[in-house]
């Protein structure tokens, strides 16, 4: 059985004592043992102080990036020691936004996620296609070249530590979600994917969550699919009662 997670990736943004407020809001709502397992990506600047905030409690941290090398001369870069060096037991890499305006590659994607794996930490890999990508009928095409690049050289006892967010650009931020017959549709072909790289018992046991314009209405009709395994959440999770209301959704 795999188990539903649910991230809230705050972006670029929450203060320190922002962020504290919410985890103290998060903190007196939830039970110990929530269904779904509950990862937080606040920004970097807020990471140590949630870390230390949530300790004893079932919820996790989660970074929002990573570059793959351990240390050095990288200015401005966070390495994967230091991640795991807070408790980080998750970060996203290759969002779109990092994608997009931050050139990221799908080469990159793979150095970052393999880097994590090295240092215990679970990478959610993003993966989606833009709305130009979905009227040329490219979706499956491109979500599988990205799902084939990000797992490149990962082997296959790493394989189910990574989680997978299907999410297509068209529908961050927009408040046009896809629909959860379409998102199960894309989740069901990556997990095809997975299954011709690796095997269909291990493609079975990966995670695989959709993003985009989810919020407390239209959860219901993601957790309701099959092949989708919880959402990663931006716009909607910055408040801790709609996080949550997604979390148990
Ligand atoms: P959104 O963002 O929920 O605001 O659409 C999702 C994401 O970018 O991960």
């Not at 390495?79 to 037991?89: F, G, I, K, Q």
Request: aromatic share 6%; charged share 25%.
């Amino acid at each position: 059985m795999r188990r539903k997670i649910v991230a809230a990736n705050w972006k670029m943004n929450k203060t320190v004592s922002e962020a504290l407020e919410f985890v103290d809001e998060l903190k007196s709502s939830i039970r110990e043992t929530e269904e779904a397992e509950l990862v937080i990506c606040p920004p970097f600047t807020a990471l140590y102080p949630v870390s230390r905030a949530i300790e004893g409690t079932c919820l996790k941290l989660g970074a929002q990036d990573v570059y793959y090398q351990e240390k050095g001369a990288f200015t401005g870069e966070i390495s994967p020691l230091m991640l795991e060096d807070l408790n980080c037991a998750y970060a996203i890499v290759g969002h779109s936004e990092r994608r997009g305006y931050f050139k990221e590659t799908d080469i990159e994607v793979n150095k970052k996620l393999r880097a994590l794996l090295d240092h215990g930490i679970r990478p959610i890999v993003c993966v989606g296609e833009t709305l130009e990508q979905r009227e040329a009928g490219q979706t499956e095409e491109l979500v599988t070249r990205q799902v084939e690049i990000a797992f490149d050289g990962v082997g296959q006892n790493d394989v189910t530590s990574v989680v997978i967010a299907y999410e297509p650009i068209w529908a961050i931020g927009t408040g046009r979600s896809a629909t959860g017959e379409d998102a199960n549709r894309v989740i069901g072909l990556i997990r095809r994917t997975l299954g011709k790289i690796y095997s269909d018992e291990i493609a079975k046991n990966v995670r695989i969550q959709y993003g985009g314009s989810v919020t407390p209405d239209n959860i219901a009709e993601f957790s309701r699919q099959p092949e989708i395994d919880g959402a990663l959440v931006g716009g909607a999770s910055l408040k801790a009662s709609s996080f949550l209301a997604i979390a148990r959704g």
